[in-house]
């Protein structure tokens, strides 16, 4: 069956370090990857699109990368504030007639520190 | 640009009642999608609304139904209500002819089931 895993719940980290969030899939062709923050009591915000044939992708501080031969996304937030700190979801679509039907991660909890 | 309203914004029900949930969509966009989110993990797809029509369900029972209107506002119904039916449900709207046009979700209801 289709498996999307986040690396891990929760990852702490010091403002200004640089943040490295996980993805990595199984069982799944995606032909887009999306990562969207979520905060307490809110919806999803949309951060990032990558697609099946892009390695990588910036905006701002936020960077993505997408290697589907080894079935991973990773999502950098560099120069880390306290203000990043909130939960963020990968997310994949197919494309086509399931376009927009996302899977979802578990979510990561990150915490930056001042 | 008026975004995705969703109410209300809280409600509890007892076990076996039906309910109905409301989601306005974003101004110019003619795609509405509904999400389960249980605590602490990932938002999961229930069904898709296109033109009023559904168009693709992800693993829900059939207890679980929609409606598009005109207006491109949508209702999700829950019959039979169970305890694991507590949960956020969040609804998503965007562009479909678009293409990777990402999810704009309002903040959700939360609902919880006694």
């Known amino acids: 069956s289709q498996k999307i895993e986040q690396n891990s719940e929760a990852l702490n980290i010091q403002e200004g370090k640089t943040a490295t969030l996980t993805c990595n899939y199984t069982n799944y062709s995606p032909a887009y990857l999306q990562w969207y923050r979520q905060d307490p009591g809110r919806g999803p915000v949309f951060l990032l699109l990558?697609?099946?044939?892009?390695k990588e992708k910036r905006k701002e501080r936020l960077k993505v990368t997408f290697d589907t031969t080894l079935k991973q996304s990773l999502f950098h937030i560099t120069a880390s504030q306290p203000a990043d700190s909130a939960t963020y979801l990968c997310?994949?679509?197919?494309?086509?007639?399931?376009?927009?039907?996302?899977?979802f991660g578990q979510g990561t909890i990150l915490t930056v520190h001042p | 640009e008026t975004g995705v309203t969703q109410s209300p914004t809280h409600l509890i029900k007892t076990r076996g009642q039906q309910v109905t949930l409301r989601c306005s969509s974003q101004s110019g966009h003619n795609t509405v999608s509904w999400y389960q989110q249980a605590l602490g993990q990932g938002p999961q797809f229930i069904f898709q609304y296109y033109r009023e029509e559904e168009n693709g369900r992800g693993n829900f029972p059939p207890r679980f139904s929609g409606l598009q209107f005109p207006n491109y506002s949508s209702e999700l119904n829950v019959n039979a209500l169970e305890l694991d039916d507590s949960a956020l449900y969040l609804c998503?709207?965007?562009?479909?002819?678009?293409?990777?046009?990402?999810?704009?979700f309002g903040n959700g209801t939360r609902l919880t089931v006694t």
């Open positions: 997310a994949l679509d197919s494309g086509g007639t399931s376009y927009g039907k996302l899977t």
């Open positions: 990558i697609r099946e044939n892009e």
């Open positions: 998503a709207s965007s562009t479909l002819e678009r293409g990777q046009s990402p999810l704009h």
